[in-house]
Each structure stands twice: as C-alpha cells, then as structure tokens.
Nanobody, 115 residues
Framework: QVQLVESGGGLVQPGGSLRLSCTAS????????MSWYRQVPGKQREVVAF???????TYADSVKGRWTISRDNAKNTVYLQMYSLKPEDTAVYYC?????????WGQGTQVTVSS
C-alpha cells in the first residue's frame, strides 16, 4: 500500500519559516521524482518545487530564492524548507511522487501565514 504522509504545517507569522516533510512508503522512493504542490480554495493546485530522482531541483518563480526542496533517500523523505513566508503562501501543501506512469499524492498539510 502506497502512503505519502506530509507533516510540518501550521501557523506562522509573515517572515517566518517552516519545514515540511513528506515520508513515503510502498514506493521505490530513490527512483521517484518528488514534488511539492499547493492549493488554495477556488484555485488550481500549483507546483512550487520539484526534485528529480537524481537530485536536480526546480522552483516556481514565486518561491525561488526563498525555499529549498531536498530529499533523504535513506529516510524515504522529501523536505520543503520555507523561509521568508508571506501571507500569499497560505495554502494546503501536498507532496507528489512520480515514477514512470505511477503518480501518488499525500493528504496535504495546511500552512497559514498570518500575524
């Protein structure tokens, strides 16, 4: 059974930081490309960061320079370190794995940036 479990969300003040984690089971993690997405009500889910199985990373322009995606294959975990958080970063954050034709999603974790 495949599971992707996100954690680390919460309430943070503008300018603060959070680190999200997504731990996977039931997949060949080291061979999987991993992504973080976010979604706000009424809007499409958007990708914010991607890390390939080989470690290459890409970021949405809105988070480039502020956030870092990384992975620990020994722990089957992908991280999203978020700095300089803004109110517009408020969303539910999801991790996604992709390997070949197989795509899996986590259940999401809420991040709220507010004073």
């Amino acid at each position: 059974q495949v599971q992707l479990v996100e954690s680390g969300g919460g309430l943070v003040q503008p300018g603060g930081s959070l680190r999200l984690s997504c731990t996977a089971s039931g997949i060949f993690f080291s061979a999987s490309h991993m992504s973080w997405y976010r979604q706000v009500p009424g809007k499409q889910r958007e990708v914010v960061a991607f890390i390939a199985s080989a470690g290459t990373t890409t970021y949405a322009d809105s988070v480039k320079g502020r956030w870092t995606i990384s992975r620990d294959n020994a722990k089957n975990t992908v991280y999203l370190q978020m700095y300089s958080l803004k109110p517009e970063d408020t969303a539910v954050y999801y991790c996604k794995s992709r390997s070949g034709l197989n795509t899996y999603w986590g259940q999401g974790t809420q991040v709220t940036v507010s004073s």
